[in-house]
């Protein structure tokens, strides 16, 4: 099955500052999504982005498929963007979704 | 619009006992669904996967078991838990796999 690699493993913002992750597919996948797990653990569903960008206010991803990874860019972070960013992708027509290790952003006020 | 409802939302349960966790989806008709388990640190495994009634396959060999007795409902089960069983649970579902993948709220096992 497909490698998903997310950098940096951790990040420690100041409130206000931007930030960028990254994740790299050791395959072409179809389908790429990039999450939030909050504290209390349930994983929120970001961007749906197996290619191209796309802007969801402070948020915004890019998907460059023929080079295999994708960034998610964070404006202007609050304490509330605090917690892991999972990126997942599926290797086959089936669809198993294999995700990264994580990115543990830390926002402080 | 589809929903996924996951419970309970936590568990303490000791050694070998048994184990069932349910999911349900709504909003749909014969989604793919998944059970994953994330071990303290990061990282998701998916355990088991489903593409319609009575169809299961195991991700990793383990002391679980899944069903899926009808078109949006799974279930996580366990005939005797081990300490290693411990971790949090999700269920996801997609259509087609083509759509994304949503997850449930989680179940935190603990066995003790």
């Known amino acids: 099955g497909i490698q998903v690699e997310q950098s940096p493993p951790d990040l420690i913002l100041q409130e206000g500052a931007n930030s960028t992750l990254r994740c790299n597919f050791s395959?072409?996948?179809?389908?790429l999504q990039w999450f939030h797990q909050n504290p209390w653990g349930q994983l929120i569903n970001l961007f749906y982005i197996p290619s191209g960008t796309k802007q969801n206010g402070r948020l915004s991803a890019t998907t460059v498929a023929t080079e295999r990874y994708s960034l998610l860019y964070i404006s202007s972070s609050q304490t509330t963007d605090s917690g892991v960013y999972f990126c997942a992708g599926t290797g086959t027509s089936y669809g198993k979704l294999t995700f990264g290790q994580g990115t543990i952003l830390t926002v402080h006020p | 619009s589809q929903t996924i409802h996951q419970w309970p939302a936590t568990l303490v349960q000791p050694v070998g006992s048994p184990l069932s966790l349910e999911c349900t989806v709504e909003?749909?008709?014969?989604?793919?669904l998944y059970w994953y388990r994330q071990a303290a640190g990061r990282g998701l495994q998916l355990l088991f996967y489903s593409v319609g009634i009575g169809q299961i396959s195991s991700e990793v060999p383990q002391n679980l078991s899944a069903s899926r007795p009808q078109d949006r409902q799974f279930i996580l089960s366990s005939k005797k838990l081990l300490l290693s069983d411990s971790g949090f649970y999700l269920c996801?579902?997609?259509?087609?796999?083509?759509?994304?993948?949503?997850f449930g709220s989680g179940t935190r096992l603990t066995v003790v």
């Open positions: 909003g749909t008709s014969n989604p793919n």
């Open positions: 996801a579902w997609s259509q087609l796999a083509v759509y994304g993948y949503t």
């Open positions: 395959d072409s996948v179809n389908n």
